[in-house]
Every structure is written in structure tokens, then in C-alpha cells.
């Protein structure tokens, strides 16, 4: 206490001065604007096609991960730096909203002249004023009256082909040295992202010394990281739908491939229906042989019964049967009924008059030729009886119906195996297109599945891309706003804290001081440093010029 009321001019001067020094250093301040946007992300609850899809705490993090290192990736950073660029190049004049009018003017003086032959001015058509119009409706007036969009994103290019092109052009060094307060990918990181609470919103935020670069860098920044993450998200299901999209064709070209050898392979072996043709081939040929065969088995009874008539007959009945007329006869009956057989087979698949009309002609010629061979055997024969003793007016008959029974066996029977090897020869291209035509089967069969089985996977593809897409569809729900009023500064804070450590500080050495000050100061301290008793003291008075008549009081305290 003592320390401090001597020394208390000191410990007021000194932290006045201070607080006055900081008072002239911020005398003009560096106001700084801060603005935030807000982002809606739909990562942890948002629509799924998946309707089972359930709720993955950890995924939920990894999504937002991946978001904020987009946001804050070298890449987004260095677009959002060129399309802030380019909208202050197009500027004809200083625009509040979108950048103040000094460092508008300091913008102007820094950027070369060939430079601005990178900023489109061109005239546009038509069909993009309606594109321009409708970009900037929806653009939250990320574009001043006087800019074209479509300008405005040939601009954007043409800076990024430059900054690209090498590493020592203007726009490379003013993102990448890191001394411009608002183009630099240093000043540019500052817009911080960050999640709120375990919701799915994402907010950012931006800190700058100008309120209008501080919106229209957010606003830039929600186009950039919104479209930048749609296009990571969808190019990476679209390469899967893609794959499965080519792999589709394939699988259909083999698949028709393989009902085009099919259908040329039943072009070539006359098939409609292989099946149905080859049971009803079977079917028919199977009639065909019980009928053959019961055939056979009649004539060869006829046959017998012939044979055994004619040895009833006289020996020489048996030398004039044999005489030319009759056999030529008889030829001549086994031709004509062979023709009846074989036109009775033309008429059961297609009839017509002029066949009917033949059939009738030919029948009435066997009639009459086996009236004649009858006629000419009953002259033959001079014998009423045989020799046996029966009458020959029974046994002719009888003889005459079983040559002519046997006679038309024969020519159905000759009919019967022409149609029989008709049968073999269908048999032939039959029998083989079974096993050909199981073995296409088979090759349909498969790349049928295989084409199906591909797809189901296109389609479950088509299903996460759209998923991605709806995923992925960022919304900003909360545009950045223009920040009207300063953040306010710390000008106050720092006064006060001058004025503080001025007194701290002056205290700290005054106690040092005393500390180290080994000077007698009271009796006590004499008595300890001489080893005597001390008397008295005498003050040292002089420091006080208020103290009036010295030599009185200095005379007194000797006393």
C-alpha cells in the first residue's frame, strides 16, 4: 500500500498513455462483415427409393465427412475464387452489393490490362437470352443487370484455362500466393462448414472486410459445392449404369443371335413346330404300319387261297390260264388298279371333279377288263367240273375274285412303301433337328437368363443412381444475407486492457524495484544490517515540498 500511494501518479499516467497509444492506432478500424448460408442435405433423413432402408448413424457421418471435404477441398475453393474473380472483372463500375467502391478501385489497379482479354463481352443470341434470364431468376441475383450468365460462365472457363496453363500467369499467382484479402485460396478457406447438431443442415459461414464480396462468396460457394457434389455422387452411380447399360446390349445381340439360328435352321428344315410335327409324323407313320402289315397279312391269305384253287383246277385249264391273252389281261388289271390305289390317295388329300372323273373311268375299265379276262376264261374252259368234281362254275369265281382282291393289295401295298419311304426320308431330317434344335434351345435358354439376370441389375442400378440423385440434391433453404452492420470491434476491449497492463506492468517493476532495493529504510532493518540500536531516524523530508520550516523540524528529531 505504502509502494503503491508513493508511486501513484506513475501508476495512473502510465496506463493512461497506453490507453491513449491504442486509442491513436485505432483511430480508423478495419471493419470486418460476417454472413452465413444455410444448406439442406437430406443425408440423414432424407427420401430413399430403398423403402427398407434404415437409419446408419456412422454412414450419416461419413456422408457429412465427404460433404465438408468437398466445401473445403482445393478444388471448390479454387473455382469459387475464379467465378468470384470473374463476376468483379464484368463489372462495368463499382456495385455496393456486390464489391464497395474501394476495393473496387484497388481491383482495377491490380489486375493487368491482358487480363480483361479473358472476360467475355460478346453479343448473345436470341435463345440464350431466355437462358440468361431464366439462370438469373434462379441464380439469387448472383449476376448484376449488366451480366450475361452465359458471359459470365465463358469467363469463368477462360480464367480457369489460364490458371491451369501454368503456374506463373497472373490469375495462378493471385489465388495461390496468398496476399489478396479476398481472391486467395488462404482468404477464400476462411468460409468455414460445419454441421448443426446431428441435423441434416449444414451451415457456412464467412468473414470479410467488405459486406458484399462476404454474400456473393457464400452465394458462389452453394452453387460450386452443390453442383460439385452432384456430379461426384451421380458420376459414380452413372458409370455403374453405364457398365450394366453395355453389357445389356451385349447380352441382346447374343440372345438374338441365337433366335436368328434358330429361325433359319426351321427355315431350312421346313419347321413350324418341331414338336407337334414329329408326334404327328409318328402318329401317322405308326397307322401306316399296322395298316401295311394287315395288308400284307390279307394278301398273303388271298395269295393262298389262289394257289389252292388253281390246283383244284385241270391241269389243262392251268395251260390255257397261262395263255397270253389272259395273262395281259391280267397285267394289265394290276395296272389299273394300281392307278386307282395311288388316285384314291391324291383324292383323300385334295379332291376335284376331273380325279373323280378319272377314278369313275378307271373303275368302269377294271369292271369291263375283269368281265372280259371272265368271258375269255369261261371259253378257256370246256369242262363243267374239276377234278375234284366240283363245278367249275363255283371255282372260277371264286379264283377271279381272289386275282383281283390280290391284284389291289399289291398296288396299295407298292403304294404303302413309296409313302414309306417318303416317311424315312422326313425321319431323316428329323431325327437329327432334335438334338440341333434342343442344343439352340438350350443357347436361347441361357442367354435368356443371362440377359434377364442383367437386367435386374440395371434396373437396381438405375434405382441407387436415381437414389444418388435424390441424395445428392442439395438445397439451400437459408441464402446468405448482406450483412448491413460491421461485426463489432474489440477497439473498447483493447483500450481497457492497455489501460491494464500499463498498471499491471508498472506495479510489476515498482515491486521488483523494491524487492532488489537493499537501502536502510526503518530501525529495524538498521539494526539488523549495522548490529547496534538504533537511536532514531531522520526522514528525508526534502521530497515532500509541502514540509515548511526544515531547520526546526531537522533540530527537533536531533533532540
Given at each position: 500500500k505504502r509502494i503503491i500511494l508513493r508511486n501513484l501518479v506513475l501508476l495512473i499516467v502510465v496506463p493512461l498513455l497506453l490507453a491513449v497509444f491504442v486509442i491513436l492506432l485505432t483511430l480508423k478500424p478495419s471493419f470486418e462483415y460476417a454472413s452465413q448460408t444455410i444448406l439442406y442435405t437430406g443425408l440423414a433423413s432424407g427420401s430413399s427409393i430403398e423403402m427398407d432402408k434404415k437409419f446408419n448413424y456412422q454412414a450419416a457421418n461419413t456422408a457429412f465427412d465427404n460433404l465438408i471435404n468437398i466445401?473445403?477441398?482445393?478444388?471448390?475453393?479454387?473455382?469459387?475464387?475464379?467465378?468470384l474473380l470473374a463476376q468483379h472483372l464484368m463489372l462495368k463500375e463499382a456495385n455496393p452489393k456486390y464489391i464497395a467502391p474501394a476495393f473496387f478501385d484497388k481491383l482495377k489497379l491490380k489486375i493487368p490490362a491482358e487480363i480483361y482479354n479473358y472476360v467475355e463481352t460478346g453479343a448473345i443470341s436470341d435463345g440464350d437470352v431466355a437462358t440468361n434470364l431464366k439462370s438469373k431468376s434462379n441464380s439469387d441475383d448472383l449476376f448484376p443487370a449488366e451480366i450475361s450468365s452465359i458471359n459470365y460462365e465463358k469467363t469463368v472457363q477462360n480464367l480457369t484455362d489460364l490458371m491451369k496453363s501454368s503456374s506463373t500467369n497472373f490469375v495462378y499467382e493471385l489465388l495461390n500466393y496468398g496476399e489478396d484479402e479476398h481472391y486467395s485460396l488462404e482468404a477464400i478457406s476462411q468460409v468455414k462448414a460445419m454441421?448443426?447438431?446431428?441435423?441434416?443442415?449444414?451451415?457456412?459461414t464467412y468473414t470479410v472486410n467488405d459486406p458484399g464480396i462476404c454474400q456473393q462468396t457464400l452465394a458462389i460457394y452453394n452453387r460450386v459445392c452443390i453442383k460439385n457434389y452432384k456430379?461426384?455422387?451421380?458420376?459414380?452411380?452413372?458409370?455403374?449404369?453405364?457398365y450394366f447399360e453395355q453389357q445389356l446390349e451385349n447380352a441382346s445381340e447374343k440372345l438374338k443371335s441365337a433366335e436368328d439360328e434358330l429361325l433359319e435352321f426351321n427355315k431350312?428344315?421346313?419347321?413350324?413346330?418341331?414338336?407337334?410335327?414329329?408326334?404327328?409324323?409318328?402318329v401317322v407313320k405308326e397307322e401306316m404300319e399296322v395298316e401295311y402289315n394287315s395288308k400284307k397279312t390279307e394278301l398273303a391269305g388271298i395269295q393262298a387261297s389262289t394257289k389252292r384253287l388253281e390246283k383244284k383246277l385241270d391241269i389243262q385249264e392251268q395251260i390255257q390260264l397261262k395263255s397270253n391273252d389272259v395273262l395281259e389281261k391280267k397285267k394289265l388289271l394290276g395296272n389299273l388298279n394300281f392307278e386307282i390305289a395311288m388316285l384314291q390317295s391324291e383324292i383323300e388329300s385334295s379332291s376335284s371333279e376331273e380325279k373323280l372323273l378319272k377314278m369313275s373311268e378307271l373303275k368302269n375299265q377294271v369292271t369291263a377288263l375283269t368281265t372280259d379276262i371272265k368271258t375269255s376264261v369261261d371259253k378257256l374252259y370246256s369242262y363243267q367240273n374239276t377234278v375234284d368234281g366240283l363245278p367249275v362254275s363255283k371255282v372260277l369265281p371264286d379264283w377271279i375274285n381272289n386275282v383281283v382282291e390280290s391284284e389291289g393289295l399289291k398296288a396299295e401295298i407298292k403304294v404303302?412303301?413309296?409313302?414309306?419311304?417318303?416317311?424315312?426320308?422326313?425321319?431323316?431330317i428329323y431325327a437329327p433337328a432334335g438334338a440341333n434344335i434342343t442344343r439352340i434351345e438350350r443357347e436361347i435358354s441361357v442367354s435368356e437368363q443371362g440377359y434377364l439376370e442383367i437386367l435386374h441389375g440395371l434396373n437396381l442400378a438405375k434405382l441407387k443412381l436415381q437414389d444418388s440423385e435424390m441424395s445428392a440434391n442439395l438445397k439451400t433453404i437459408d441464402p446468405p444475407f448482406f450483412p448491413l452492420k460491421p461485426i463489432p470491434t474489440k477497439r473498447k476491449i483493447l483500450i481497457l486492457a492497455a489501460a491494464f497492463l500499463g498498471i499491471i506492468f508498472t506495479l510489476?517493476?515498482?515491486?521488483?524495484?523494491?524487492?532488489?532495493?537493499?537501502?536502510?529504510?526503518?530501525?529495524?532493518?538498521?539494526?539488523?544490517?549495522l548490529g547496534i540500536p538504533a537511536l532514531g531516524m531522520v526522514p528525508k523530508i526534502l521530497l515532500?515540498?509541502?514540509v515548511s520550516d526544515t531547520s526546526f523540524i531537522n533540530n527537533r528529531l536531533i533532540e
Open positions: 466445401i473445403e477441398s482445393r478444388e471448390t475453393q479454387e473455382e469459387v475464387a475464379i467465378r454441421r448443426i447438431s446431428n441435423s441434416d443442415l449444414m451451415k457456412l456430379n461426384i455422387k451421380e458420376n459414380r452411380s452413372d458409370a455403374v449404369v453405364k431350312a428344315s421346313n419347321i413350324i413346330n418341331y414338336y407337334e410335327q414329329s408326334k404327328a409324323v409318328a404303302m412303301d413309296q409313302q414309306n419311304k417318303v416317311f424315312q426320308k422326313q425321319y431323316a510489476g517493476i515498482l515491486l521488483i524495484m523494491e524487492y532488489f532495493d537493499n537501502t536502510i529504510k526503518n530501525a529495524t532493518r538498521a539494526q539488523k544490517t515532500n515540498p509541502k
